[in-house]
C-alpha cells in the first residue's frame, strides 16, 4: 500500500504522515462521490413509480376516457371486487372485453373504472421507463414520443363500445320515464272524469282500483316531475274518496288497507334508522316514499299521526346521511389542507438551494418521505383533486429537472478534474526516478496536496486513475526505503510493547474486570505509539479480535445463564402442546418485534424535523438495536423449542 510504503521515510521528515492522510482522504472521497451519485440515480428512479391511483386516473382523464357523472342505478352498483395487481395490459384489455361482453351495462362502472387505473398505471410505467432510456441514450427530453400502443388503442375501442352501450341505455331509460310520465297523466285525466261518471258506483270504484294498480305499475317518471306529479295524483285520489259517494264499507276497507299499508312502511322506515349502510338505507328510503306516495289515503284521525311517524323516521335517516357526507367533505377539505402542506414542502424543495450530491441525495430523501405520505392520504374534494394533484406533480418534476441538470454539470466537473488527476500522475511518475530524495519527496507532497483540492471523477475511472497515481508514490518511496535502509528501534519497542500487551489481554480475566478492564485496555494500546508497517496491519487486526472477544464475552455470560435457565425449563415441559403453545407465544413475539422495528425504522426519517432531532434518533437507534438483540434471543428460544420437540417425538417413537 502507498500509505504504508510513505511511513518509511527517513526521520525528520513528514513525508510519511502527509502521505498516509492523502491517500485516506482521497480514496474516501472517490469512493463517497461514487456510492452517493448511485444512490441518488436509484431514489430517483424509485420515486419516478409513486402515485399510481391518482396519476393512473389523470392520464385516463387526459386521454378522453371519462365516464360522466353516476345514474341511479350505478349509484346503487357494487363495487369491484377483481384483484387486478397481476394482470399485464392485454390481460386487462381482454377482462375489459369479456366484462363488457357478459355484464348488464348499468352496472360495469366499477370495474371498468378499476380496470381503467389498474391499465393506465401499467402504461404510464412502461412510458416512464422508455422516457429513461431514451434520456439515457442522450435524447433531449423534449424530443422523446411514446412508441404507439396496441393495448392502449384496443383498449380506447372497447372503452367507446361501453361508453356507447351505457349512453344507449340512459337514453332508453330517460325515454321509459317520459312515456311513463305521459302514462301517468292519463291516469290523472281519468281520475279527474270518474267524478262525472254515470256509471254504477261499484263500477266506478273497481275502474278507481284500476287505475290506482296502473299507477303503481308504471315505473320512474323524470326527477323534476315527481314531485307535482304525484301531487296532482293524490288531489284527484283524495277528490273520488270525497265527491263520489261510495259504500261506505268498501270506503271503511280501503281506508284500513291504506292504513296497514303506511303503519309497514312506517316500521320499515324506523328499521333502516338502525341500519349502519349509511347510503343504502337512503336509497332504501326514497323506495319507501315512492312506495308511500302510491298508497292511497287513511282515516282522518290517522292520517297526521301516520305522516309525522313516518316523516319522523325519514328526517333521523335523512340527517345521518346528511352528516355522512358532511364527514366525508370534512376529511376531503382536510386531505385537500394536509396536500397543499405537503405541496408546499415540495415546492420549497425545488427551491432549496442545492451546492453537493449529499444535499441532492438528503432532498431526495425528504421528497421521498413526502411522496409516501401523499399516498396515506385520500382524496380532495373532487373539484379540487386534479388540481392538487397536478401542482404536486409539478413541483416534483421541477424538482427532478433541477437534479438532472445538477448531475450533467457534476459529469463536466467529473470529466475536467479526470484531466487534472491525468496531469499529475504524469507529474508524479516523473518524480518516481529521481534520486533527489529531498526535492522529489517535497515535490510529491505537494502534488498528494494538488490531488486533495481536485474534485471527484467518475466512478468507473476513479479506481484506475487512483492506483496508477499511488502507484508512482509507491515506487518513489520503495526507493527512497531502500535508500535509507536503516528502520527505527522505535517502532521496534512499540511492537514488543503492543506484543506484551496482547498476552497479558488474552490472559485477563474480564468477566471480573469487566467493561472497565477493557476501557484500561484499550487507553494502554492507544498510548503506545508506531509500529514497523509490515507489522501494522497484522498487530492492529489482533488486537481488534481480542477486543471484540472481550466484549462478547461480557455480553455472552448473561445471555449464557438466561438461555441455560430457558432450555431447562423447556426439558421439563412435557407433551407437544406444551412446546407448541410457548413456541407460538415466542414466533408472535418475534413478528410483533419485526413489525416494532419497521415501524421504529420507518419514523426516523420523521425525527429529523424536530428540535431535539439527534437525541430523538439516537434513543430510536438503541431500542432498534435492543430489539435486535431481543429478537435474535427469542429466535433461538425458538429453535430450543423444535429441538426439544424432535427429541421428544424420536423418544416416542
Not at 562 to 580: H, P, T, Y
Request: aromatic content about 8%.
Amino acid at each position: 500500500m502507498a500509505t504504508e510504503k510513505i511511513n518509511l521515510a527517513a526521520p525528520g521528515e513528514p513525508v510519511g504522515a502527509i502521505a498516509e492522510d492523502t491517500q485516506k482522504t482521497t480514496t474516501a472521497a472517490e469512493a463517497a462521490g461514487a456510492m452517493e451519485l448511485t444512490h441518488a440515480e436509484e431514489s430517483e428512479n424509485t420515486m419516478s413509480t409513486e402515485f399510481a391511483d391518482e396519476e393512473a386516473a389523470l392520464a385516463a382523464d387526459e386521454a378522453g376516457l371519462e365516464i360522466g357523472e353516476h345514474t341511479e342505478e350505478e349509484a346503487a352498483a357494487p363495487e369491484a371486487g377483481d384483484d387486478l395487481s397481476g394482470l399485464g395490459e392485454a390481460e386487462l384489455v381482454a377482462l375489459l372485453a369479456a366484462k363488457i361482453e357478459a355484464e348488464p351495462v348499468q352496472t360495469l362502472r366499477p370495474v371498468v373504472e378499476a380496470i381503467k387505473i389498474a391499465f393506465y398505471k401499467q402504461h404510464r410505467a412502461k412510458i416512464e421507463a422508455e422516457r429513461k432510456a431514451f434520456l439515457e441514450a442522450g435524447g433531449e427530453a423534449e424530443a422523446f414520443t411514446p412508441a404507439a400502443d396496441e393495448h392502449e388503442t384496443r383498449f380506447k375501442e372497447l372503452f367507446a363500445v361501453y361508453r356507447d352501450k351505457r349512453d344507449k341505455h340512459i337514453a332508453t331509460l330517460e325515454a321509459g320515464k317520459e312515456e311513463n310520465l305521459r302514462k301517468k297523466l292519463e291516469i290523472i285525466e281519468e281520475l279527474k272524469e270518474l267524478i262525472n261518471s254515470d256509471e254504477t258506483l261499484n263500477t266506478t270504484f273497481a275502474r278507481f282500483r284500476e287505475l290506482q294498480q296502473l299507477w303503481k305499475d308504471t315505473g320512474l317518471v323524470p326527477q323534476q316531475n315527481v314531485k307535482d306529479l304525484w301531487e296532482t295524483y293524490n288531489l284527484h285520489v283524495e277528490n273520488f274518496y270525497n265527491f263520489i259517494k261510495i259504500n261506505k264499507e268498501l270506503r271503511d276497507l280501503d281506508l284500513k288497507k291504506n292504513y296497514e299499508a303506511k303503519i309497514a312502511l312506517c316500521e320499515q322506515a324506523e328499521a333502516l334508522v338502525l341500519d349502519q349502510q349509511v347510503i343504502e338505507s337512503f336509497h332504501k328510503l326514497q323506495k319507501l316514499h315512492d312506495e308511500w306516495r302510491e298508497t292511497g289515503p287513511v282515516a282522518l284521525e290517522h292520517k297526521e299521526a301516520l305522516w309525522e311517524r313516518f316523516k319522523e323516521a325519514s328526517s333521523r335517516i335523512n340527517k345521518r346521511h346528511q352528516e355522512h357526507f358532511e364527514s366525508l367533505k370534512q376529511e376531503q377539505t382536510k386531505n385537500l389542507a394536509l396536500k397543499s402542506e405537503l405541496c408546499e414542502k415540495t415546492e420549497a424543495l425545488a427551491s432549496r438551494p442545492m451546492l453537493s450530491r449529499k444535499d441532492w441525495n438528503r432532498a431526495s430523501e425528504e421528497l421521498l418521505e413526502i411522496q409516501k405520505v401523499w399516498k396515506t392520504i385520500g382524496y380532495a374534494p373532487k373539484k379540487e383533486n386534479n388540481r392538487i394533484y397536478e401542482r404536486f406533480r409539478n413541483a416534483c418534476d421541477k424538482f427532478f429537472e433541477l437534479k438532472r441538470n445538477y448531475y450533467a454539470e457534476l459529469k463536466s466537473e467529473m470529466e475536467h478534474s479526470l484531466a487534472l488527476k491525468n496531469e499529475l500522475c504524469e507529474q508524479a511518475e516523473a518524480l518516481a526516478v529521481s534520486e533527489d530524495w529531498k526535492h522529489a519527496t517535497d515535490e510529491l507532497i505537494a502534488l498528494q496536496a494538488k490531488w486533495k483540492q481536485t474534485g471527484p471523477v467518475a466512478r468507473r475511472y476513479s479506481d484506475v486513475v487512483w492506483k496508477r497515481f499511488r502507484a508512482a508514490c509507491d515506487k518513489f518511496f520503495e526507493r527512497k526505503a531502500a535508500h535509507f535502509s536503516s528502520v527505527d528501534s522505535e517502532h521496534e519497542q512499540n511492537l514488543k510493547a503492543k506484543q506484551a500487551l496482547l498476552e497479558e489481554m488474552r490472559a485477563a480475566d474480564i468477566k471480573a474486570g469487566g467493561f472497565e478492564a477493557i476501557k484500561a485496555f484499550q487507553r494502554r494500546w492507544s498510548q503506545i505509539g508506531f509500529v514497523p508497517i509490515k507489522h501494522k496491519d497484522s498487530l492492529q487486526k489482533e488486537y481488534k479480535a481480542i477486543v471484540d472477544a472481550m466484549f462478547n464475552t461480557l455480553r455472552s455470560s448473561e445471555r449464557d445463564r438466561s438461555m441455560n435457565r430457558f432450555k431447562e425449563r423447556v426439558s421439563n415441559m412435557k407433551g407437544g402442546n406444551q412446546l407448541r403453545s410457548e413456541r407460538e407465544k415466542l414466533y408472535n413475539k418475534v413478528k410483533q418485534m419485526e413489525q416494532d422495528i419497521a415501524l421504529l425504522e420507518n419514523n426516523i426519517g420523521f425525527f429529523s424535523k424536530s428540535k431535539n432531532a439527534e437525541s430523538l434518533i439516537a434513543d430510536v437507534r438503541e431500542k432498534i438495536e435492543r430489539t435486535k438483540r431481543d429478537m435474535a434471543e427469542l429466535i433461538e428460544k425458538v429453535r430450543l423449542i423444535d429441538a426439544e420437540e424432535a427429541k421428544q417425538r424420536e423418544h416416542n417413537a
